[in-house]
């Protein structure tokens, strides 16, 4: 069965030192279908125009999904399991990275929240949702595995000292997160230190 990756970037998108950037420059050499589409107004995103630029994409993209989202389009993700585009496609896996929570988010993003939490929602959206967040990460200093994974019944890889996930605490290439993509269980922190 043919497949194709979504990869969803957060607020500010993710610059091409970013681990999605790598990820989905790694995914198109391997021959995958891969869509990476820069979200609407990065530095001033409206949740209705996030929502309608990923039901675009869920309305184009064919065959077994993997969406693999980042900050605040993990928010995204959830706001679409809540409500669904009817017709849309579940997804077969789902990895969320580091979701920001409203304690944490800056001015420009908190009218995505609040985001409710409806397990059986995301449940129905995948077949399997994974988090992986960093207890120090200063856009949820709550923890996400306590705000996000535990409601949710998610499975949770902690990346202790990973921060946001991003350029800024190491991780451009990832190759744990390439490894998931094609069937690894888990997440480890196995980034690869700029050299």
């Known amino acids: 069965m043919a497949r194709s990756f979504l990869i969803l970037h957060g607020y500010e998108g993710s610059g091409p030192e970013h681990w999605q950037s ?4 790694r995914l198109r050499r391997a021959g995958e279908r891969v869509a990476y589409p820069g979200l609407p107004d990065p ?7 996030w929502r ?16 693999i989202a980042h900050s605040l389009a993990c928010i995204l993700w959830l706001q679409h ?5 009817i017709g ?25 929240f609040p985001v409710a939490l409806e397990r ?14 960093a207890p120090d990460d200063p856009y949820c200093p709550e923890d996400a595995a306590v705000v996000y994974g535990e409601p949710l019944g998610l499975a949770v890889d902690v990346l202790p000292g990973g921060g946001h996930i991003n350029v800024e605490t190491g ?13 690894a269980s888990a997440i480890t922190s196995s980034r690869i230190a700029p050299g």
């Open 43 to 49: 530095y001033a995103p409206a949740p209705h125009a």
């Open 171 to 183: 991780y451009g290439p990832w190759p744990a997160a390439e490894d998931w993509c094609y069937g």
């Open 88 to 112: 849309d496609a579940r997804a077969a896996r789902v990895l969320l990275v580091a979701p920001p929570s409203l304690a944490g988010a800056p001015r420009p993003i908190r009218r995505f």
């Open 52 to 67: 309608a630029a990923l039901a675009t994409q869920l309305r184009t993209l064919r065959g077994e999904l993997t969406v």
């Open 120 to 133: 059986e929602r995301v449940a129905a959206a995948a077949a399997d949702t994974r988090l992986v967040c």
């Open 81 to 85: 399991c809540n409500a669904p585009v």
């Open 22 to 25: 790598w990820l989905a420059e």
